[in-house]
């Protein structure tokens, strides 16, 4: 599985980006799909996951009700719709594709090229 990210960019606090995880591969229409982050001084953390047939998804605490993760069911894109982001929010955003939904990073198989996503205040 080849995963490609995109979508990040400069935004003003409170504004709204859309990332992209385009996938391929044979395999990818069972795997697992999911968003993660991370900033030079911390590790990475999950973000939101959504599981292979597009029915279960996965939030941290930090992003519910401003975060969407969508798309999967074998489709090859997965998107992350951020809404009111927050300076805090600032990090390379990671999409990663895994045989197990879980929300640490260590499981997931497969990991795109980061995309950054800076948030002023």
């Known amino acids: 599985v080849q995963l490609q990210a995109s979508g990040g960019g400069l935004v003003q606090a409170g504004g709204s980006l859309r990332l992209s995880c385009e996938a391929s591969?044979?395999?990818?229409?069972?795997?697992?799909m999911g968003w993660f982050r991370q900033t030079p001084e911390k590790e990475r953390e999950f973000v939101a996951a959504?599981?292979?047939?597009?029915?279960?998804?996965l939030y941290a605490d930090s992003v519910k009700g401003r975060f969407t993760i969508s798309g999967h069911n074998a489709k090859s894109t997965v998107y992350l719709q951020m809404n009111s982001l927050k300076p805090e929010d600032t990090a390379v955003y990671y999409c990663?594709?895994?045989?197990?939904?879980?929300?640490?990073?260590?499981?997931?198989?497969?990991w795109g090229q980061g995309t950054q996503v800076t948030v002023s205040s």
């Open positions: 990663a594709a895994g045989s197990l939904l879980r929300t640490t990073a260590t499981p997931w198989d497969y």
């Open positions: 591969g044979r395999t990818f229409s069972r795997y697992n």
């Open positions: 959504v599981d292979w047939s597009g029915g279960s998804t």
